[in-house]
């Protein structure tokens, strides 16, 4: 991995990960794949290694991730699928010609097209997205509770009723705000 930019936020499902790629929309927003090698950087955490990534298709993945940042939204709050985000999301997916292969360990993996390595890849992730977004797997869109961030995740807890895109993050972050600001209502004890 490279050093010096933000640490991937990384998550079970290949689609809403993607869409944290940019994180804190509604606060001090973070890009996370600021460069096309870091691009790279991330497909291969997700096992969709691409020898190289261009200025034009980084712009390809970004216009990808916020399209299905939009389409998870609408979809979380079951509101219309806008028709720009689906157009696109349905795009990727079609142009994408990754073929799954099993591996003797009993796993799927993915094979990229050599001359087409990043829109095969970015077409993997348009099908995740319209796995999820459809209710074809098994878990439920929500977002965020956290003002500042409202990430879209796919929750897959036995009750559906997680609230943070990451407990390690989000949850913590906003379990902190609560409790410094109950310190501060909270008048102090007399001996």
Same mark, same amino acid.
């Given at each position: 991995?490279?050093?010096?930019?933000?640490?991937?936020?990384?998550?079970?499902?290949?689609?809403?990960?993607?869409?944290?790629?940019?994180?804190?929309?509604?606060?001090?927003?973070?890009?996370?794949?600021?460069?096309?090698?870091?691009?790279?950087?991330?497909?291969?955490?997700?096992?969709?290694?691409?020898?190289?990534?261009?200025?034009?298709?980084?712009?390809?993945?970004?216009?990808?991730?916020?399209?299905?940042?939009?389409?998870?939204?609408?979809?979380?709050?079951?509101?219309?699928?806008?028709?720009? *985000?689906?157009?696109?999301? /349905?795009? @990727?997916? #079609?142009?994408? !010609?990754? =073929?799954?292969?099993?591996?003797?360990?009993?796993?799927?993996?993915?094979?990229?097209?050599?001359?087409?390595?990043?829109?095969?890849?970015?077409?993997?992730?348009?099908?995740?997205?319209?796995?999820?977004?459809?209710?074809?797997?098994?878990?439920?869109?929500?977002?965020?509770?956290?003002?500042?961030?409202?990430?879209?995740?796919?929750?897959?807890?036995?009750?559906?009723?997680?609230?943070?895109?990451?407990?390690?993050?989000?949850?913590?972050?906003?379990?902190? *705000?609560?409790?410094?600001? /109950?310190? @501060?209502? #909270?008048?102090? !004890?007399? =001996?």
């Amino acid at each position: 991995m490279r050093t010096g930019f933000p640490e991937f936020r990384l998550g079970s499902v290949l689609a809403t990960s993607f869409t944290g790629t940019l994180s804190e929309r509604h606060g001090d927003a973070v890009e996370r794949i600021p460069t096309p090698q870091r691009l790279v950087d991330w497909l291969a955490v997700y096992g969709l290694a691409v020898d190289s990534c261009t200025a034009a298709q980084l712009e390809l993945a970004r216009e990808l991730r916020e399209s299905i940042h939009a389409a998870a939204t609408a979809a979380a709050l079951e509101e219309a699928l806008p028709s720009p *985000a689906v157009h696109v999301i /349905n795009s @990727r997916s #079609t142009q994408g !010609r990754a =073929a799954a292969v099993l591996t003797p360990e009993r796993e799927r993996q993915w094979r990229l097209g050599s001359a087409s390595a990043v829109e095969d890849a970015l077409g993997v992730i348009a099908a995740d997205a319209i796995s999820i977004i459809s209710g074809e797997r098994d878990g439920k869109l929500a977002l965020c509770a956290s003002p500042t961030c409202r990430a879209a995740f796919f929750d897959t807890s036995r009750s559906r009723t997680r609230r943070w895109c990451d407990m390690n993050t989000c949850g913590n972050r906003e379990k902190k *705000a609560r409790f410094h600001a /109950n310190q @501060r209502t #909270t008048p102090p !004890r007399t =001996a």
